[in-house]
Each structure stands twice: as structure tokens, then as C-alpha cells.
């Protein structure tokens, strides 16, 4: 069977990917999908957009009955295909599928979207006007679809017109229109005498009108399952995946399917599909295609498909007026042109090209503005996006390049492609130099050839394509054999970036490579100049250049582009260009080849320019100048190239005004000079302005502009003379006075380093001319220097004050949007920065002068900055550590279960267990106290007087005791286990072995119990907590699809064992509780709850309703409903549920609508509470367990909410006195007239009270969970003691435990952890008589005391209000409440030895210790605190045959056990309402006598502890190595009623405190960086780091001790600095063998850096410190501007500047030495005077440059007028207009005076 195979590339060169399908392909259509939509369907509003999550880019590969889709992750999804399909079209809501029409078939719909995967496929609509229509022949096809812009083109062949529509989201009230024609299925027919696309294709129409409301209403508003599914792909062994989204969106399509593949049931989708389709009409296609399916799953009423998406109409093209049809478009296309004009390109079948430009219209940037159809002969066409332009096969054969409707120019593509082969076509290839500005050229061949080859055609890259097939290699070309009969090109396709494949008429391919359209610097120069011009002119230009650029001739050297290109220019604007001198610069090296001269003869021996060439050269003149200074000689003066002279025979011509850019040569060198200034901000491209200012001189010097000719001197003095009468120029005055060159151009040159020194200081300035697209430099680093230079914080800053956008013509206006400036002035600057797509490379770029005061803000913001800053500012600034931070690159290191799981605790032995309790072996020692797994060991010595057979049923009792203990420890090892392991969705998770067998020493004999009668079903609920611990294990992010619906029936048990099911009951319980049950499909769902079975259904209502805390979803309720009779209606049908599962229901209520005060619910679990006992025996068993669950209900329900709820909404139910009664004893309340009415038990009789054995708990925790932390005296009086010894005798005791529990939960805030305190719960009367031996001479009137009464009173009374303490400090490690409970703890074991305890009851004193040892494990929790863990050591180790030590005492200790390491140590116990209500539930103080013990309370609340769970281990790790480290961490508590917050300082990594009680947590390390997570928005950051793992980012600090500015360094300091790693490797490497002075000058500034952290600046102030030696070298003017502006910067009082103000003082007395010293030399001094006084000397090139650096360093004005009238004279007053604007005017005048 043929496999085709897809690659794909994903746009990255060598990234392939390779897919095999098994059948045919017929199409294949890249697609991106998105995960999570947050919005359904269905809009009430248009939306263009919406929100669309993570993106899915995948490969839809379609065959004739399914679609294949691969994704770049790796997955693959099957969608089975109900019909056929024409055509597949993406956009961006997902795969558009136009369904294959049949002859003479029923109407249906034809178009559908599938907007997932997994999703159901929609319908789409088409909206004209109010016209709303669907669809339902093949009349109106898509022919072109774009994804980036939401439009779809589609060709009506009724009226032979193509129409443009847009892709939106369906509003709600056009899907009311489209399920109204679905439900009518009534067809309008075709509408006559109107020329519009829905009237002339046979659709379903509707119109969108007031009426609406009249129209049967949507049935479906929102995503529900439906027949019409989508089934997946599944691998053999590996759960199928569902969608990797949130489970609200998308939860109940995609899960059906896999239902129905897992259980076997063959699914109906025949009817289901036609009347969903088509409503209530047939489909006769559809039933003859589909395969025969069963109809028991088919509804009878299925609902039709939904409406996803609307066609809205925005243009059809004009109609012709010729019958003449030219049928539909063969290609439709999308380009742009070279100005940016956006043109729709429909190739017709009649050989014609037509284009429709369109724009969005300024005032909404939504409508579309179409203009007139232009139309082109052509065969073919493609576009050639990174060009703009268009390739057009003509009719004659001839290729033609156009630009929007332009034509650009036809190219010489060889008509044969072997004529094309012969020639190679690498005369492009040309030598580029590394680092010049001409860099970045894709022409670059694999075979050179000589230059005197002539370029056939503009394609540098050509490959052959034999046989339709690609090569494999797409670099190296080789040699072919080609059919000579090819000699035609009869199409092109495969556009992509600017490759093309042309097509022979032999089937013969070739791809192609267009070239660039010029080189960086000529790409700059042509967008630039286009920018001031008209779009007509702007294409005209582009168009001659790109046909002056890639004509037949000679490859062009860089230069000679350059020239090329101001030849182009000026010619456009009129100049004769034959008669001008273009060379780039007329005495420097390289840069004086201009245009090419006529070639000469090679010669061996060389000729004079040779030589005259190295004369010239900068190296030979700064040779030349040192030797000179060497050896005391005179300078020598060469005799200039004459750059001013006349070309003498040469005529210099004039301009021809009728040229097109004539009237445009001012707005050119205005864009031009913008540029030039643009480039300034780039020491990368300084290469470039000589190029620049060249021309600029030369247009300077034609416009009269003498301020730009000194301009341009000033930067670059070898560009010719700022004072150039003797030139000759073609723009006479009267063509001047034409130009208006006034009104565009300002009369000063505008100067960016100028303009930026005086915005830091203050200065008044003129806006900055700028043009938006071109000088985005500027625009940043003037809004940064604006920023730093102000004031004042929290305040606006009109940008347009400091720049001035100008208008181009033809295109909208371009505002500033002024600058907010926030609290700090550096964070605004990073946020611009880093909005503007800058990094620190890009900064670096800058000159050092503005590098400097931005890289001072960076460093400022890096010291403490907000850690909720985004990705980009934190990167920008140099902190990694909070990058990761945000990102979360470092995930949770937890274990992940790779082999079958041993004990369950593998997670518990970790890094971070060894980290935080590195000095002993607390760890090991809790993992074997928790194990289950392993025999236990029956060490029973045998005596000589018992038999063999005695001995064996005395091993087995012994083995009992212990395994009650066995059966007792997964309670406490899902504590410890929480949260550890990673799911791996491709393995079932393995599930620890409850073992309940015994070896006996030493030869370790198997014992069993066989021999002696245990209960049958002992290891029932044991096996359930085993399977809950063993799913409270896994830790996975909710939203990744981790753990899935798919993947937790995976999980089933195979086998049909009941212990299996009831561990995987326990299993989904676990899931609930970690919230992944929500994820669990609705199909799942049903199918577990029919089974009926007990466990299974406990766990299921249980977990769902944890997974949905506090949501109230209508769906959960549904599903408890089905299980909890007083939640159905009174008609409804009688269900056999059981006890426990109606327990678990009521238990659901409570978590599901927690912290809502719902009053129906609240009805219901009041009337619960005091349920009376039913006919045959229901409700007569374990009722304590069902009323207390109704109390802890109506707690949840109520928590803390009691003040405000008996006062509002549910003022009428009188709860207070309702739940006093039950708590109590009174009258049984009336029965709700609508209720249903229950029969009365005839075997129990209660009468007409209330039985508070059963409501009493119940009711007295929900008092005091709805009275919580509110301090009302009046209800805590009610839960007080008797105050005598008379009324002690009405009350049991365990109540006592109860009232006083809800009394510490009412007066929350005055709970002290203090013995005193729990004491003051018993009466004063009786706390002397308890728990001391009864005198034997009782004092008169205590001589019937009862001790045992008192003892018992006291010690519940004590049990409650420990438990009240271990709930106010849970997980807090308070030391005060630890060592309260441990003095009780101690002072109870010893009770237990003594006869006291036989007085009291040895059960109520085991009852008292495990609460209180539990009590000590919620204080302690996650600490791993020894006492406690030797306590419960001690506890666990009493098995004996005595009935005292209960399967409940081991469960106690056990859960305090895993409390003290919960989570692996990972995490506490949080203090909010719902926290607190959820561990009364799990640490209920009454614990079960034995395995099957539900009575009091349903063993599986015990777990609800994980609802209470909070991470809080902080993790401190290095952003360099990845490692955790030790590192300081401050800690600032909230303030509280009795005391001010304390400042606590610890080292990580550490278990925190919740941070309901800090205010701050901040990195205090002097290693670190510092941080700071505050309350906050940052609070929140803190948080999701805690969820993450604790992952706490940290990032080292370079900062040492030394600090200020040195001249030299000690040892001492270079030992310091050498102690850092990067000072070792600049110091040892970089300035190795360097001499001395530079040497000791990097150490100095290496010393300043480096106690900063900011080793950037060792760069960049290296650099500003060489500026001085650079005066003499070439690009002078730059140089000196940069020390202009430092000097301008030291003036500035503000710190945090990184510019010591020695190291300026050092830098400007360097320049003056320099200075001073070369103004010795006479004809330097002349120089300066003669420039002065308005002439120009005539200087070698060395000097030329140092008079530039004299004159631009000190700001002297242009030498148009006399500036000195006596140029000798000594007066300082008379030189002032030279002498006022020089940073340091002694300088200057000391200078100008030397004689």
C-alpha cells in the first residue's frame, strides 16, 4: 500500500519533521489550533477576535473518509470524516471544511468548521446586510482564505462574481436565526432581480430583525456532547489524549468517544448526524455512506450541529457588462506593495490579473475601503512577499516584476533551462568584507565566477526540480540532464520568502531565488527617501532602482552600489549625473573608488596611485605624525587632494526642473539628514555615515545650506570643506528659489547628540524633526533622556514638546503618545526600552555618552525591583533570578515514578527531606514507621508449657493487633505522601501492597490469619485509604493534561477483585481532593456511578465536589442529587441508596457550595441534622455519622458567616435557636409542607423530642463553625461547662469535648496557648477533684463525689480545647501552644501507668492522648520535630492483646506521624475559613474502634486535611548553576491586636509561616541579589511560586567591599578583585601582555565596576576613556560629541550615575594636554585662526581631523561670517560669541592665543 509521507519545516532550516499516513492523500492544509477559547461559541456580540490560549500548529493531512492531524508536540488526532470534502481552509478559529455536494441530494448544509481537534464540527453562516443564510449547494465556493486578517474570498458561479467576506465569531441572535431555518428546513428559493451573492446561491435565509424575540429560542447555548463526535487516536498500551485544555471549556465533546471505545458499545451515529444536519430532514447521501450503526444511543430529538461562525459580507466585485463569464479564480493571492498598499490578486482562467486595492479606514482600523479593479494580462502569478512585489508569467512568455499595479521591470530569464544551467548564474557572487556596512547579502554562491560574466537574469540561486520532485540537498547545486524540448515556462508557484519554482512545459521545475533589493546601507537610504514622497513617486522610485540595480552587466562592488544608488536619486531629481564627482570620499583608503572609470591594463610593476595611495593612507599619516613627535621633527605637510577644484574639461551641467523629484530634492535631504542622525545611534553603523554625509554634502552644498556643510565637516572633515565656493554646482538660484527649501527645511542643522544634552540638562529645545518609521532610535532614547531628566515622579510628559513627527504625504498622522512617568523614573525608562524590543546587546550598540545614564537607570532598577515586572524588563535589568521567577523555567523537582512504586513514600527520601534535616535519619525513620507494604515481624517466644497449636493462635491474635496498626497506616502515609510524584500518563500508577501477613523470626515464617475468626470485610475501608494515599501522591499542574479523563480510566483495576475497586474508590477520591476530577468527563462519570457500588460512589461524590469547592455548579449538584434522597423532588422515585454513600453526598453539599451561605442548601442540611429513623431500618444504623455530616455541611456552608446570615437572607429560619435545640434537646420541628413526607420507624421510638445522642455533635460544631472567629458571648456561653457537679450528671461527656471545641472556634481571637487557658474550660468547682486519687477521708458534703464523672469531664473538656489550640496554631510551629500540648501529652502517658487511669477509664484517657498527640502534629506540621516523631514512635509500639489500643488510637498517631512530614516537607496547614472547617471534618476527635467503624463518623472525611493543605517551602536556587543554596530570607509579620509585627530572619531553604500572617518576605543575603514580595501584586507572584514547588529564583552578586573610584591599587584590592571569577578572567586574559599604563588604567575601571555588579561598563568605560586618543582619526565629530556629552552629564546632581567624577576631571585634562600640545605646532594654530576668520586652510589629513575635534568639541560656530576681527587679539571679552559655548573656554582660549 502506497504511504505518502509530509514534512514539514516549520519555517526553520534543518528543524524537519516527518509524518507516514497509510492511504492516499487528497490534501493537506497547515492549521494552528488553539487550546482553551475562554468564550463558547456562541457571542452575544461580534467579536473579531477572541481569546484563543496556547496555540496548536499542526499538519491536517486529508484522505477520502478521515483527517489526520499531527502536531509539532508529537500528538495525532483521527477525525473521522460523515461526508465528503471538496476543499479544507484554514483560518484563525481553526480548519474550514467545504463538504462535497451530490446530484439531486436533499439541501444541506455544505460548509463546517472544526475549531479542535477534539471538538464537534460546527456550521458556519453567511450574513449580508440583515440577511442571514446557510449554505446548501456548491454555487458559492472559497477560493482563498488569510489567516492574519480573518477574510475568506469565495466566487458565486451564479452570477460569475467573487465576493470578500470577513470570519467572526456567530452572534447569539443570528444563531437563533440559523437554528430556526435548521428546524423549519424550509428552502427560499433564489431571489430574482438582485445582484447579490445570497440571493443568487441556494441558501437557507432568515433575516436578523426585532422579531427575533418572537422565534423559537436556542436550545443549546453552550458546548454539550453530541452525536456528530470526533474520535481519537489511540496507541496500543497508552491511554488516548484528551485535549490539553481547562475542563470547563471543552470537557463533555471530546470524552463520549472515548467512552464509547473503551466500554466496546458500538455507537449510532446514522440518525444522529442526519437530523442534527439537517433537523428533522433526511439525508439520503448520508445514509448510504454511512456504515450501519445501532440506534440505541441515538436521541429522539437530537439537537442540530452548532453555529460557530458568521461569513459577514464586505465587498463583491463590480459586475461586467458583457454575458461573458470568466469563471472562477485559478489563484487568489494577497500582496503589498512597495509603499505598504494592501491589493487583493485574483488570476482568472481567461489569462488575466486582476487587482483590487483595499485599506483600512483611519477612523476604526476595521472597515475595509476597496478601490477600482485594475487588470493585467498574465499566464501566472505569484507574490514575492520579502520583496512586495508580484511575479507575472505574461502571455508572451516574458516574466515581469510588479509592485501593487507598477511595473517594476521584466527580467531576462532564459527560455531554456538548460540554456540557464549552462550559464551557472553566479555572477552575482560577490566578496563581502566582514564588518563593512554593505554586510548582510544573500548573494553568495557555491562556484565564483569572473566578474566579465554578464547577469542573464536578477537570480542569484537557481535548482533544478526533475520529474516534480525536489532535491534532496537545497544548497549545493549540481549538474543535471534536462529534456531539450523544454523550452517554456508555462507557470510559477511555491512562493515562499523570495523563492519562486518556474515550470517548463516538459514537467521540468526550477527554484529560483529573486535578490534583495539592495544592500543594508541602500535599503536604508531607498526607504528613507520614499518616506517624504507621494506613493506614486515613492513606487516609481523603488521601481527605477530596482531595474538601475539588477540590470545585465557587471557585478557592482559595495562603493559602487552606493554611487549607484545617488546617481539614481539625483538623476530622478534632475541632475546630470555624468558630470558629477560621486566618489564616496575622496581621501581615505577604500573609500575612494566611486563609479568605475574605464578600465586599465595590468602591469607588474605597479603605478604612481599606488604609491600615492598608501601616502594617503590614515596609517601611514598617524605613523608619520608619531615618528614626527619621536624624533622632534617638523610635520610634514602634503599637498591635498583638492577636493574644490573644477573637474576642468568636465562641464558641471544643470538640473532639469521637469525631472519627477525636482520639486522633491528638499524633502530627499531632509529624510536623508534624518537618517544620517538615526545612524548616529549605532557604533555598529558608524561605517555607514561617510557614505551618507558624502551626499549630504553635496545636496548641502546645492541647497546653500552652509550650516549642514559645516555640519557634515565637522563629523567627517575628509568629506571636503565646509566652506566650497570653488565647487561647482547644477542647481542654479533660480531653480533654488523654486524649491521652497525654507518651509521644509530648518535653518540649523538639528543634531541629535546635541539636541539629547540639552534634554538631560533641562534646557529649553525645539522638537526633534523625525519620521516614524525611520527613526525609532531617536524616538527611544529621547523619551528615556526625557524621562531621566525629569523632576518630578507620577507625572505626564508630552513627547511631541521634544519631538516633532513630520507628515508624509498620502499617509496617516502620526501622534506621540505622551509618557507616563510612574514612582520611578528608572523603571519607566526600562519599561520603554523594553517595550521597544531592545535587550542589552542593542544597548551596548549606543554611543558610551548615552549608554552610560541608561545603563545607571538599569542598575537602578536591579537593586530591589518588583518582582511582577514582565519577562523583558526583568532580562533587560539583569535579573535573571526573577525572570525565571515569572516563567518557571526550573520546575518541581519531585520524584516521578518510573518503576512499580515500592512503599509509596519514594517521594519522601528527596533532595529537599536531605536538605532540610541534613544531621540525622528522621526521614528513613518515618518512611518505615508509615511502610505497609512489608510482612510484619511476630516476635512471640514460645513456652515450654504451650503446644504448637496454642502457639500458632497466639502468633495469629498477635498478628491481629498488628495489623490493625498495618490498617491504621495509610491515613498517615497519604499525609506524609502528598503531593511527591509526577504521574507519567503513559503507566497505570502503581498502587503500594496492603500487606496483612506476618513472618515469624528467625527462620521468617509465613503467618496468616487462618486460624482464628476475623471479620470478613476487615480490610475494606484500609484498602480505601490505601488508594487514597497512593493518588494523593501525584502532583500535576491542572491544566496540563497530565491527568486527564482518558488517563483515569486507564487506571482501572482489570480484574474483578473487590479490594482492587475499592483502592481505585480510594484512587478517585484522591484525584477529587487534588482537584483533578474536574477533568472527568460526564460519560465517566455515569458509568461509575452505575455500577452502584459502594466505594466507588464515595469516592467519586466526594472528589467531585472537592474539585469544585465552593463553585455551586449546577452539573455536580446533579450528579449528588442522584444519591441523596433530600435533594430530590417529592414525586421523584424511591432510590436504593446506601448509608454511607448518602453520607458522602451530604458531605459533597457541604464542599460544593462551601462559603456560600445557599439557604436551599443550608434548609437541607438543617433538616438532615435531625432526620428521624425510617421504616424497615432506614436510617437507624450509624445515624450519628449521617447527622454529624449534616452539621459539618451546614458549617462549611455557614463558616465565620453566622453574624451576618442569621441578620440578611436567612434571618426567617431562626438558625441559632434551631441549632440550640438540637444541640440541647426540645421539639422536634415541624416538617416542610414540601418535603417529602417520611413514615415513621416502627421498631425505633423518639417520640416528639429531639434525640441529641444523635443531633447534639452535629449541631454544636455548627454553631460554632457559623459563629467562627466572631467573638459573640452569647453564643460561646451556650457551649460552657455545667457549674455543678448536679447538672454534670445531664451531660455525656464527649459532648463536653464538642462545646468546648466550638466554643475556642466562636472566640477564635482569644485563645492562648497556655495551659491556664485550657484549664479555664473547667469549672473552678471541680478542677481540684480531678484526676487525683479519691481521699480517703472525703471532706463534708464530698463524700458521694463522683471521680469518675469528673475525670472523664475533664479530660474531654481538655481534649476539645487542645484540639481548638491545634487548630488556631496549625502549621504555625508556635512554641508557646507546642509545648502546652506537649506538657499535657506527658502528663496523660504518666495517668495511663497509674491507677487513675483505671478510675477515669483507660479508654477515655487513650481517647484524650491520641487528640492530644494529634493535636501536636497540626501545631507541627511539616516541621519533622523529633519529640513529637519519639512520642508517636512510643504509641505505635503498644500492641498487646489489650482492647484499649484501638485501630483508631493507631490511625491518631499515624496521621500525626505524616503531619510532621507533610507533603515530603513541603507543606503546612493554611488558617482560612474553609481550612479550618475542613481539618474539624478530617480530624474529627472521635476516632473509629475498629476497621469497619462508621458509626460516628465516615472514615473517608478523614482525608480532607489535603482541602487545608497549603505549599509553603521556599527553595532558594542559583539562576547559574540550577542548584539549591543556602541563603538568608527576612521575614515581616503582620501586625496584630496585641502585638507589632516582629522581623524574623531565616535560612532556606525553609518552611515559612502562611502567608496570611507575613507582610513581606525579602532575600537579605549579601550573595544575592536582593528581593522583596510584598502584599500585592507581588503577594500573588509569591503565591504561584509556592504552588510551583517553591522554586525561589536567586541570582549571585559580583558586589565586594571595595568601593569609590582608585588611581592604583593595592595588592590588597587587586587580591579582592582577582577573587571574583570574571575579574580573573578579564585581568588574566584580556589584558594579558598589554602594556602597563593601559593595563593599570582597565584595573581602575574594573575596580569601579565591579563592587557594582555591572561588569557592561567595563566596555563601555573602557571605551569612553580611548576617546581622547581618537581625536585624530577619522569620524572626529563623533567623537568629540560623545565628549561633549559627558562633560554635560557630570553636571547633572544626581547619584547612580556610574561616572566618577575623577575619572571626567582626568578625561577633559587629557583633552586639554592633547589639545594644547598639538596647538604648539604652528600650522595647526594657523589653521585654527584661519578658520576663524572665515577661510579655509590647507591642512594634511591628520590635522585636518584634530582642527575638526578643536572646532566640534567647543561648539565653534560655522565659519560664514567673521567671527574675530583681530585674530590675534588677548582680550577674552572680544572672543566671547566663539568662546561662550565651549565646555571649557580656558582651554580654548589658551589655544587660540598661542603665538
Known sequence: ????????????????????????????????????????????????????????????????????????????????????VLRSWKSRFGLILERQVLEKENPFPVMFCLQHPLDDLTRVIWKQGIRISELTDQSQQIVFTDVKSNIVISYNSHTDLHSVWKIRCASLEEVEVAHTLSQTGVITPALSGQNTDLANSSFKTGSASPSLACTPAVQRTSRQPSGFSTPTNSHPHTPVHTRPCSPKSRLNSPQSTGVFLRSGVSPSFSSKVSARLLGDSPCRYLKQNLPAMDDDLGDANPHPLEVALCFEHIWTEPSRPTREKLGKAKKVFMSQDAVGQSFFCFLLSSNQLNLVKFKYANDDGVTIIFGTVEKIPALDAVPVDELNMILVLEPTGSIQLLSGCSRVGKTLFPPSSTTLLSQEISALAIDIKAGDPFSGSDFCLSTPEPSTVKRPAPFPHIEPIINHQFKKDFICYTPVSFDQNSSAIVGVRDPCNRQVTFVYNSGTMIRATLPRVATSLVSKGLETVKQLLPRELALQVHGAWFSKRHAPGPIPTQE???????????????????????????????????????????????????????????????????????????????????????????????????????????????????????????????????????????????????????????????????????????????????????????????????????????????????????????????????????????????????????????????????????????????????????????????????????????????????????????????????????????????????????????????????????????????????????????????????????????????????????????????????????????????????????????????????????????????????????????????????????????????????????????????????????????????????????????????????????????????????????????????????????????????????????????????????????????????????????????????????????????????????????????????????????????????????????????????????YWKSGNQTIASWMNAPDTLFLLDFVRPDFLMFRTLAKGLILWDDIEPSVSWIESHVPSAMLEHCLVRPPDQPAPGLENLDYETLNQAYCNIVSGAGFALALRFAGTWNKAAFETLEQLTNKFMAIVKRSIAELTG??????????????????????????????????????????????????????????????????????????????????????????????????????????????????????????????????????????????????????IPSLDLLTSISIEDKQFWKTTFSRGQSWERMRKILDQGGNLMVKKSGRTSMKGFQWSLSENDRSRLEENQLCQVFLGLVLKDTPEDWRARMETLVSVCVPRDQPELISVLSSLISLPNLLGSQRVGLVSHQLRSILNIRRIERRNLNLEPELVISLLQRINSLVDKSCLRPELHSALHSFLDGSFPALNQGDRQLLASIVCFNDIPPPSTKLVSTPQTKNPLKLFQVLKQSPNPASLFRTMMVS
Open 1402 to 1551: 483507660k479508654a477515655v484517657i487513650e481517647q484524650t492522648l491520641c487528640i492530644l498527640v494529634l493535636a501536636q502534629g497540626i501545631v507541627m506540621a511539616g516541621s519533622g520535630d523529633l519529640s513529637v516523631l519519639r512520642i508517636c514512635r512510643y504509641l505505635r509500639s503498644r500492641v498487646h492483646t489489650s482492647t484499649i489500643v484501638t485501630y483508631g488510637s493507631h490511625m491518631a498517631v499515624h496521621m500525626a506521624v505524616g503531619l510532621l512530614f507533610l507533603g515530603g516537607g513541603k507543606y503546612g496547614l493554611a488558617n482560612t475559613p474553609t481550612a479550618v472547617a475542613t481539618m474539624i471534618a478530617a480530624f474529627f476527635p472521635k476516632f473509629p474502634t475498629h476497621s469497619n467503624d462508621n458509626r460516628y463518623h465516615l472514615q473517608a472525611l478523614r482525608h480532607l486535611y489535603v482541602l487545608a493543605a497549603e505549599p509553603r517551602l521556599v527553595l532558594p536556587r542559583c539562576t547559574q548553576s540550577g542548584d539549591i543554596v543556602p541563603c538568608s530570607l527576612t521575614l515581616q509579620y503582620a501586625d496584630t491586636p496585641w502585638y507589632s509585627g516582629l522581623t524574623l530572619s531565616v535560612t532556606g531553604p525553609i518552611l
Open 560 to 1266: 559602487a552600489e552606493w554611487d549607484m544608488f545617488c546617481k539614481c536619486i539625483l538623476g530622478l531629481c534632475g541632475y546630470q549625473v555624468d558630470n558629477l564627482d560621486l566618489s564616496s570620499l575622496s581621501s581615505s583608503g577604500d573609500m575612494n573608488q566611486g563609479c568605475p572609470g574605464p578600465k586599465k591594463s595590468k602591469t607588474e610593476c605597479g603605478t604612481d596611485g599606488d604609491w600615492q595611495y598608501l601616502l594617503d593612507s590614515p596609517q601611514h599619516v598617524h605613523s608619520g605624525h608619531s615618528l614626527s613627535e619621536i624624533l622632534k621633527l617638523q610635520h610634514v605637510i602634503r599637498e591635498p587632494y583638492d577636493t574644490n577644484q573644477s573637474p576642468g574639461s568636465k562641464p558641471v551641467g544643470e538640473i532639469n526642473p521637469s525631472a519627477p523629484l525636482f520639486s522633491y530634492i528638499p524633502s530627499i535631504f531632509w529624510s536623508l539628514h534624518l537618517l544620517y542622525e538615526e545612524l548616529k545611534l549605532d557604533v555598529c553603523l558608524y561605517s555607514e555615515l561617510p557614505y551618507i554625509a558624502n551626499l549630504l554634502s553635496r545636496l548641502a552644498f546645492d541647497l546653500k545650506l552652509s550650516k549642514y556643510l559645516h555640519h557634515y565637516w565637522k563629523d567627517f572633515p575628509e568629506t571636503g570643506s565646509p566652506i566650497s565656493e570653488t565647487r561647482g554646482s547644477q542647481l542654479s538660484s533660480d531653480l533654488l528659489l523654486k524649491l521652497n527649501v525654507s518651509n521644509i527645511i530648518s535653518v540649523s542643522p538639528p543634531c541629535i547628540y546635541t539636541h539629547l544634552s540639552k534634554v538631560i540638562l533641562n534646557q529649553a529645545v525645539s522638537p526633534f524633526p523625525i519620521i516614524s518609521s525611520v527613526n525609532s532610535s531617536i524616538k527611544l532614547v529621547t523619551a528615556c533622556t526625557v524621562t531621566l531628566g525629569s523632576r518630578q515622579p507620577n507625572m505626564a510628559v508630552n513627547l511631541e514638546l521634544y519631538l516633532k513627527p513630520l507628515s508624509q504625504p498620502g499617509r496617516p498622522a502620526t501622534h506621540l503618545t505622551p509618557i507616563i512617568i510612574g514612582r520611578s523614573r528608572e523603571q519607566t525608562v526600562a519599561e520603554l526600552i523594553s517595550a521597544s524590543g531592545w535587550d542589552r546587546v542593542r544597548i551596548s550598540n549606543l554611543p558610551t555618552s548615552l549608554a552610560i545614564p541608561i545603563y545607571s537607570a538599569l542598575a537602578s532598577c536591579r537593586l530591589d525591583p518588583d518582582p511582577t515586572w514582565s519577562v523583558q524588563i526583568l532580562e533587560l535589568i539583569g535579573r535573571e533570578d526573577l525572570a525565571e521567577n515569572q516563567s518557571q523555567t526550573v520546575g518541581d523537582k519531585s520524584y516521578r515514578c518510573i518503576e512499580e512504586t515500592l512503599d509509596g513514600l519514594e517521594g519522601l527520601d528527596c533532595e529537599i527531606s536531605r536538605l532540610r534535616w541534613p544531621k540525622d535519619l528522621r526521614t528513613v525513620e518515618a518512611r518505615r514507621v508509615l511502610q505497609s507494604c512489608k510482612p510484619v515481624v511476630v516476635s512471640i517466644e514460645k513456652g515450654p508449657e504451650v503446644s504448637d497449636h496454642d502457639f500458632l493462635e497466639e502468633q495469629e491474635y498477635f498478628l491481629k493487633r498488628m495489623c490493625e496498626r498495618t490498617m491504621a497506616l495509610p491515613v498517615g502515609r497519604g499525609i506524609a505522601a502528598l503531593k511527591t510524584t509526577s504521574p507519567l500518563p503513559t503507566e497505570m500508577l502503581s498502587i503500594p501492597q496492603l500487606c496483612l501477613t506476618g513472618k515469624a523470626p528467625p527462620a521468617g515464617t509465613k503467618v496468616e490469619l487462618a486460624r482464628i475468626d476475623v471479620s470478613q470485610n476487615m480490610d475494606h475501608w484500609p484498602s480505601f485509604h490505601n488508594g487514597v494515599a497512593a493518588g494523593l501522591r501525584l502532583k500535576a499542574n491542572l491544566e496540563s493534561q497530565e491527568v486527564d479523563s482518558t488517563w483515569i480510566s486507564f487506571n482501572k483495576p482489570p480484574g474483578a477483585e473487590s479490594s482492587a475497586e475499592t483502592e481505585h474508590a480510594g484512587f478517585l477520591m484522591a484525584l477529587g481532593l487534588n482537584g483533578h476530577l474536574a477533568n472527568l468527563s460526564k460519560l465517566d462519570a455515569f458509568e461509575y456511578l452505575s455500577k452502584g457500588s459502594e466505594p466507588i460512589s464515595i469516592g467519586l461524590l466526594i472528589g467531585v465536589a472537592a474539585s469544585h469547592l465552593g463553585t455551586m455548579d449546577v452539573l455536580v449538584t446533579k450528579k449528588l442529587a442522584t444519591q441523596l434522597e433530600a435533594l430530590l423532588l417529592p414525586t421523584a422515585t424511591e432510590l436504593p441508596l446506601s448509608h454511607n454513600t448518602q453520607v458522602a453526598a451530604l458531605m459533597g453539599v457541604g464542599l460544593l457550595y462551601a462559603n456560600t451561605g445557599h439557604r436551599h442548601m443550608v434548609e437541607v442540611c438543617l433538616k438532615e441534622l435531625g432526620k428521624p429513623p425510617g421504616p424497615e431500618l432506614e436510617n437507624c444504623v450509624d445515624r450519628e455519622s449521617y447527622s454529624l455530616t449534616a452539621g459539618l455541611s451546614l458549617g462549611l456552608i455557614t463558616m465565620g458567616e453566622g453574624e451576618n446570615l442569621v441578620t440578611g437572607v436567612l434571618a426567617d429560619l431562626n438558625l441559632p435557636e434551631s441549632l440550640h435545640n438540637h444541640m440541647l434537646g426540645g421539639p422536634r420541628p415541624k416538617p416542610n409542607s414540601s418535603a417529602r413526607e417520611r413514615p415513621v420507624s416502627y421498631q425505633i421510638k423518639e417520640g416528639d423530642s429531639i434525640n441529641i445522642d444523635i443531633t447534639s455533635p452535629g449541631a454544636t460544631l455548627a454553631l460554632g463553625m457559623m
Open 1 to 84: 500500500m502506497r504511504k505518502p509521507v509530509i514534512s514539514s519545516s516549520r519555517f526553520e532550516c534543518g528543524n524537519l519533521k516527518c509524518f507516514t499516513n497509510s492511504e492516499n492523500i487528497r490534501e493537506v492544509v497547515r492549521c494552528s489550533f488553539y487550546s482553551n477559547p475562554s468564550y463558547p461559541c456562541i457571542l452575544p456580540t461580534n467579536l473579531e477576535t477572541r481569546e484563543e490560549g496556547e496555540p496548536i500548529h499542526t499538519i491536517c493531512v486529508r484522505n477520502s473518509s478521515s483527517l489526520r492531524i499531527f502536531c509539532d508536540s508529537g500528538h495525532d488526532y483521527l477525525v473521522a470524516l460523515q461526508f465528503g
